[in-house]
């Protein structure tokens, strides 16, 4: 594998679609893997959450991708009629594309890649991890709504951490329910008395915790979370 010296810090353009989306893309120096975000409905590559998550995955030597899902001209679209912000299809191959546009990149190319959805975005990148068995290794959900998969659930072979906000009860039962439908190695982590965005005090730290040692270990067992 080849290894970076030098970070890498840069807004990045990203073709997909026939349009081109934006990104920002930093390698911390000797990284070990890099990790894609897609943000939930309504939100973008600025989601103070999935940045917040970020950082800390640079910290631990991860490289981060934070990118746009939608075109400029789409957003504004959804923004009045919320019709591109639930489709699947389409927030899947945007990520299929910036997995493709990673493994061309001379800093990325031979780094393992991870995915880390929130929201809808788990769904985008739990259909975008069946479509590039090879090169995505793992996958993170955070407060995610990875039923909108559906039958893709089954064809997933990335290992697959589910978190979910203790308090945030219906998309609880949501991932509890997909996760009964994945074959690959699965952990559902439940973050006790967190709501959907997790707000409340160490939830998000948390949540950039369990994701790190997920990234750099996955699949790893941790059967505390079995009875949760």
Do not use: K, Y
């Amino acid at each position: 594998m080849a290894v970076v010296s030098e970070a890498v810090s840069e807004a990045v353009a990203i073709p997909a679609d026939g349009s081109v989306i934006a990104g920002d893309l930093v390698i911390p120096p000797h990284a070990r893997g890099m990790v894609l975000f897609a943000h939930g409905s309504g939100s973008s590559r600025h989601s103070p959450r999935n940045r917040a998550v970020a950082a800390s995955l640079r910290n631990a030597g991860l490289g981060t991708l934070l990118m746009d899902l939608l075109t400029e001209d789409e957003e504004r679209v959804d923004a009045v009629t919320a019709e591109h912000r639930f489709d699947i299809g389409l927030l899947a191959r945007r990520l299929e594309a910036a997995v493709d546009w990673l493994g061309a990149h001379p800093a990325a190319a031979e780094l393992p890649v991870g995915l880390f959805g929130a929201s809808t975005g788990a769904a985008a990148a739990l259909v975008a991890a069946a479509e590039r068995p090879v090169r995505v290794q793992s996958v993170v959900s955070r407060g995610g709504r990875p039923d909108l998969a559906g039958d893709v659930l089954g064809r997933v072979q990335a290992p697959v951490l589910l978190i979910v906000g203790g308090d945030d009860r219906e998309v609880l039962r949501m991932n509890h329910d997909a996760a009964a439908q994945l074959r690959t190695p699965h952990r559902l982590h439940v973050v006790p008395g967190a709501t959907h965005l997790f707000e409340e005090p160490g939830a998000l730290e948390e949540v950039a915790d369990v994701s790190c040692d997920w990234f750099l270990r996955p699949g790893a067992a941790a059967p505390e979370d079995a009875g949760r």
